[in-house]
């Protein structure tokens, strides 16, 4: 079974400063690979996703992932750090046809100071 | 993106009693619907999948006399909760697809049994 390891559960950044949200991920074939934000109290919303190609993705608000299939790895990505940009982050991988069964990480929690 | 609305946005309800939580798409016809369950300072855990006029598919360690799910049209997806005791208090999201395979999160329902 895929499985999907987040191992910051808590990263605090200055705003304007640079941001790198880990994620590996444990599946047989090719994944598909997903991050997610989720604000307080609400649901998700996909910042990009990997099934194939080139493996510097690019999504929305600026955010940025690299799949690099030797490290089993997906991590995302930004240059500059919003103070709107703290939230919690998830990381997913899907199987059977990209989102047929998705399999979250236990999320990573983004504190921004001024 | 596709607009996933979930209603209510917040329950509570009596120990014994049930709710049901309502996931719509509302402008694409949800071929699939999937509900997930969040606790606190936890990941998701998908619950099910629900397919247009089928029987729903339940995650292992899910009790489906429970967690009762209908997806009766492709813009419609309920969950209920019978019987609801403490331990259910959860946060439920539900996730809608159509064929194109993109999936999109409604913004959940806290649900706390007292």
């Known amino acids: 079974a895929q499985s999907v390891t987040q191992p910051d559960i808590h990263i605090t950044v200055s705003e304007g400063a640079s941001l790198e949200l880990r994620c590996n991920y444990s599946?047989?074939?090719?994944?598909?690979l997903f991050w997610y934000v989720q604000s307080p109290g609400q649901g998700l919303q996909l910042l990009l996703k990997?099934?194939?190609?080139?493996?510097l993705v690019q999504g929305i608000k600026g955010f940025e992932a690299e799949f690099k299939r030797s490290q089993s790895s997906f991590n995302l990505r930004k240059p500059s750090v919003h103070w709107s940009d703290a939230a919690e982050y998830f990381c997913?991988?899907?199987?059977?046809?990209?989102?047929?069964?998705?399999?979250f990480g236990t999320g990573t929690k983004l504190q921004v100071i001024p | 993106g596709a607009v996933v609305s979930q209603h209510p946005s917040w329950v509570i309800c009596k120990s014994g009693t049930s709710v049901k939580i309502e996931c719509r798409s509302l402008?694409?016809?949800?071929?699939?619907m999937f509900w997930y369950r969040q606790f606190p300072k936890q990941s998701l855990m998908l619950m099910a999948t629900?397919?247009?006029?089928?029987?729903?598919?339940?995650e292992q360690g899910v009790e489906k006399d429970k967690f009762l799910i209908n997806h009766a049209s492709l813009t419609l997806s309920t969950l209920t909760v019978t019987s609801a005791h403490p331990e259910d208090s959860s946060f439920y999201i539900c996730?809608?697809?159509?064929?194109?395979?993109?999936?999109?999160f409604g913004q959940g329902t806290r649900l706390t049994v007292v």
């Open positions: 990997y099934f194939s190609g080139d493996t």
């Open positions: 402008d694409f016809q949800a071929t699939t």
């Open positions: 997913a991988v899907g199987v059977s046809g990209g989102y047929q069964k998705v399999t």
């Open positions: 599946y047989g074939a090719t994944p598909y």
């Open positions: 629900s397919n247009e006029g089928s029987k729903a598919t339940y």
């Open positions: 996730s809608a697809r159509d064929s194109t395979t993109e999936a999109f």
